[in-house]
């Protein structure tokens, strides 16, 4: 076991304990609203960060209301944009069911969507369109699950519709993890079959990484596949820029 390694797990450990510590605090001192739950996940999120001593650079305005699209590849992503902006999650379910995560995501005030099951899609389409009339942004990765970061999936629709008939703004944002040593991004990126704890455990190793996060310029959309090729198009541009950029 390396040095580096055991640091961080007891660092990550100390840092969960501390946000539900947090957490007590927060729902102690007054109703715990979606903004709250929203803030104590932002705080949550840097906590976590320092602990596992990742650096991370946002370029972009952040969007303070609306619909948020990203690419997929890991857990991480989660992190790193719940430290960016306060916000909300779509999530799929079994997140819902993990120990001690599950918890902090319910906290969060995460949705959980069974993507097997027509009326759970139904049933979090109609909790977004809630949502979104509230005071921080809703965030979801239209792909369905994370990827190696080769390429993008196609991106499913059906979680614009409510930001489309309501005439919210979707914002679209890329992520890209930068592996110091020239390590080739997948080897962070949590896809396929791979486990949970054991990539956990691979990517508390990782002697130095960093973390771009980008955001992109808020627009309106007639119908909702239109919403998910533009943002494709857009997230595919932002993530082929910064291979230019790192080149």
Known sequence: MSLRRFRRA???????MLCLLRLITFRLRGPFTLKRRALWLQSSA???????????????????????????LSYLDIVLYAAALPCCFVSKAEIGSWPLFGLLARAGGTLFVDRS???????????VAERLRGPVPVLFFPE????????LLRFHS??????????????????????????P????????????????????????????????EPHLYADRRSAADRTYAEIDAMRNEDVLALQ
Do not use: M
């Open 144 to 151: 369905g699950t994370s990827t190696d970061g080769s390429r």
């Open 10 to 16: 007891v660092a990550l450990e100390l840092a969960l």
């Open 185 to 216: 991004e997948r080897e962070l990126c949590w896809f396929g079959d791979a486990l949970f704890l054991p990539h956990l455990w691979k990517a508390l190793g990782t002697r130095g990484f960093f973390v771009d996060v980008r955001f992109g």
């Open 46 to 72: 840097h906590l976590v960060i320092a602990s596992l001593g990742v650096r991370y650079r946002i370029q972009g305005q952040p969007p303070q209301s609306g619909l948020l699209v990203s690419n997929h």
């Open 117 to 127: 099951s027509r009326v759970s899609a139904e049933q979090v389409t109609e909790q």
């Open 158 to 183: 059906r979680l614009y519709s409510p930001a489309v008939a309501a005439g919210v703004p979707v914002t679209a944002a890329s992520i890209r993890y930068v592996i110091e040593d020239g390590t």
